[in-house]
């Protein structure tokens, strides 16, 4: 660690930290939307008439990838990368953008593969009771909100780290 702290700075553990972001999360969700495709199979292999109640789940735990790709945009908007006029940071300014980026990476990761598992489980309720499947949807998004919650403390972490 020392070495790329030495070779990249505080600029290079600005990245790291928007890479880990958009990185984990989307991992997470591809876990997590994998585990929920698999589930949903069986059901529409015997009722495709059930595809669209599936695929609303097993889109769900996808959202987090695009909640790092949010923290990602954030983190290069912040060190002016858009601007035309990036600014060489300290390695205190990197690491500090490093740590906000914390809470959507393990977040954003942990609550798609879990919001995953509850929305395979829940495609036992399209396969039983169709008609009940807004119940699902329900579960998922208390998991979801934790996910928006971690996005907002990056957001905020970041709107003062610089």
Same mark, same amino acid.
């Given at each position: 660690?020392?070495?790329? %702290?030495? #070779?990249?700075?505080g600029t290079g553990l600005a990245f790291l930290g928007a890479a880990l972001a958009v990185g984990l999360c989307c991992v997470g969700s591809a876990k997590g939307t994998g585990l929920v495709g698999e589930a949903a199979t069986g059901v529409i292999s015997e009722a495709p008439e059930? +595809?669209?109640?599936? @695929?609303? *789940?097993? &889109?769900?735990? $996808?959202?987090? !990838? #695009?909640?790092?790709?949010?923290?990602?945009?954030?983190? @290069? +908007? &912040?060190?002016?990368? +858009? /601007? $035309? !006029?990036?600014?060489?940071? =300290?390695?205190?300014?990197?690491? =500090?953008?490093?740590? /906000?980026?914390?809470?959507?990476? @393990? !977040? $954003?990761?942990?609550?798609? %593969? +879990?919001? !995953?598992?509850?929305?395979?489980?829940? %495609?036992?309720?399209?396969?039983?009771?169709?008609?009940?499947?807004?119940?699902?949807?329900?579960?998922?998004?208390?998991?979801?909100?934790?996910?928006?919650? /971690?996005? #907002?403390? =990056?957001? *905020? *972490? @970041?709107?003062?780290?610089?």
């Amino acid at each position: 660690m020392a070495a790329f %702290i030495e #070779l990249f700075g505080g600029t290079g553990l600005a990245f790291l930290g928007a890479a880990l972001a958009v990185g984990l999360c989307c991992v997470g969700s591809a876990k997590g939307t994998g585990l929920v495709g698999e589930a949903a199979t069986g059901v529409i292999s015997e009722a495709p008439e059930n +595809f669209s109640k599936c @695929l609303i *789940l097993q &889109v769900l735990p $996808g959202t987090q !990838g #695009l909640y790092g790709m949010v923290a990602w945009f954030f983190v @290069l +908007f &912040v060190m002016g990368v +858009f /601007s $035309g !006029g990036m600014q060489a940071l =300290t390695v205190s300014q990197g690491l =500090t953008v490093f740590v /906000s980026c914390l809470p959507i990476a @393990l !977040g $954003g990761w942990l609550s798609a %593969i +879990f919001q !995953g598992r509850v929305a395979a489980a829940c %495609i036992n309720i399209v396969a039983k009771r169709p008609e009940e499947s807004t119940k699902g949807i329900i579960l998922c998004g208390i998991v979801e909100f934790y996910a928006i919650l /971690s996005l #907002l403390a =990056t957001i *905020l *972490l @970041l709107m003062n780290a610089l």
